[in-house]
């Protein structure tokens, strides 16, 4: 009997585990299929609205006719400067918020009475936790609606809640304030990418425009920021709209006044923009991104450990130079001048490796048409760099040592720091283009859960392994993360050949190249044709101009 029992329950077993099998291909199927249509319905839609075809019927659909001035491929110099200059200015507040508490410890201790430290991490670590909910919103929002309008409106709210900050009658009340600013603040981080995708079609170009980008009273630190706040708003206020489907919207809207057409629309008037749509499709895409795109997945683990112990360095480095060295309040910042001097290197590099990279290309170097090859280099240098930066730290940082040897490694720290984040972050914009924003909104939002946890506990660790192994410990965890670009130049077509965004951006920009060559290829013969015509005269044909 016991036999028979255990041949019957044998094949329901099998059969519930085949059940479970199936349901689990089949959520992953579906998911799968989420992202090749939303892959399609974006690319179609971008490919409608730079297409220079003839004009369609019921509905006519606007698009950008070749060459067309308003087209922000074709902006001038000095517009693509100024939106350029604007998204540095953008961002650049909303760093500078992120760590205008650092410098004010002490004081927001004095202030508030507060004695726990733990609570001191608060307004750094809260203002990174709306680093992780705003961009997972913005970025999408970006890219149906347009990079300017939330950019602008989301600055405002930023520079208001900054405000906030400064008059906040008690500790909470400023907590919630940090929090909302964190927020606000996170647009920029998100949507800049997406702002330089729009004007820079050159991935050399964008290269730079993103290079570019990275490159004592509590009250008065904030009110420091407020006033940088404002005079920022100004230049943001005349920003034009660099998104390119907006700004065909808005022709269309005027066409339809003025010709009384009702049938003339941009393609993104047509898009689905229900609410369902917009909650199941295009606010999930950069959470679907971070887990079904293995680029975008190991880019933010990377990205993630190595902002984290940027701003781990916000706790550890007053342990350092105050605790060991004894700087005062005054002096306790001058050791993050060093990394700024190492940033200021690294973009040097940049700009070296990207000369070396046009050198290649007009050479036609068969490892300059790798899309690997564009940026990763770099990434493999910065990497081993900041593990040496980590060691170099927190082995010389010694009472019998000078304090400007464990103030030295900050300039490794900078170049790295700035080379891993140019690197793989150009290549993820010129890896999903259209999807560019979102794709950075879920970078932004994983890096932000570290950056906002991992400073919380700097001073258990330093305390508890000391400053030498607590700077190893990070160290090691860095070296495991420096095989991230490697692989990704080994493996990462093959990545891309299994990505349902990728391959049907690259599928529809071949098909668009064609179609563009057989468009001006039509254009040139019907110009030939229609432009001049046979006149007999004195009983000879010649040619005249029409």
Known sequence: MSGDNEEGH??????????????????HSMVAQVNATDAQQRYQLEKEDNDALSPRKSPRILSFPHGDPENPYNWSTGRKIYVLFVGIVSVTNSTLGSSLPSGATEYLADYWNITNQAQLVLPISLFLVGYIFGPIVFAPLSETYGRRGVL????????????????APNWPSFL??????????????????GLYADIYNDPI?????????????????????????VVSLVFLLFMPETYAPSILKRRARKLRRETGDPNIFAAIELEKKGAKHLIT??????????????????????????????????????????GLYHFNTGTA???????????????GVFMYWDSYLMRAKKTNAPWTRLEEYRRLPLACIGGPLFVIALFWLGWTAKSDIHWIVPILSGIPFGIAFLLVFMALLNYITDAYEVFAA???????????????????AARPMYNTL?????????????????????????????????????????????EFAKEREQSESVSSSQEGEVGTVDVQQDGSTRKEEV
């Not at 679907?288 to 701003?311: D, G, H, K, Q």
Request: proline letters at 4%.
């Open 152 to 167: 602008l409106y989301t600055f405002v709210f930023f520079t208001i809640f900054t405000m906030a900050c400064a008059v």
């Open 333 to 347: 910042g001058l050791p993050f001048l060093a990394i700024g001097v190492g940033s200021f290197m690294a973009t």
């Open 438 to 456: 979102s794709a950075m909104a879920a970078t932004s939002a994983c890096r932000s859960i570290f950056g906002a946890v991992l400073p919380l």
């Open 466 to 510: 000391g400053i030498a192994w607590a700077s190893s410990l990070l160290g090691f965890v860095s070296l495991g993360m420096c095989a991230i670009p490697f692989a990704f130049i080994k493996y990462g077509d093959r990545i891309r050949a299994n990505s349902a965004f990728c391959q049907e951006l690259r599928a529809k920009k071949e």
């Open 205 to 229: 170009a964008r290269g730079r425009a993103l290079a570019f980008f990275m490159g004592v009273h509590v009250r008065w630190s904030f009110y420091a920021g407020l006033i940088i706040a």
């Open 281 to 322: 499709v295009t606010l999930t895409r950069p959470i679907r991104m971070l887990f079904f795109e293995a680029i975008v997945l190991f880019t933010c683990v990377y990205l993630s450990i190595a902002y984290a112990i940027f701003y781990l360095y916000f706790e550890a480095y007053p342990l350092v130079f105050q």
């Open 176 to 193: 919630i304030f940090r929090l909302l600013c964190g927020i606000s603040a996170s647009s920029p981080i998100a949507v800049v990418g």
């Open 10 to 27: 044998q094949p329901r077993e099998t059969e519930s585990k085949s059940a479970l099998r199936n349901d689990q291909n089949n959520d």
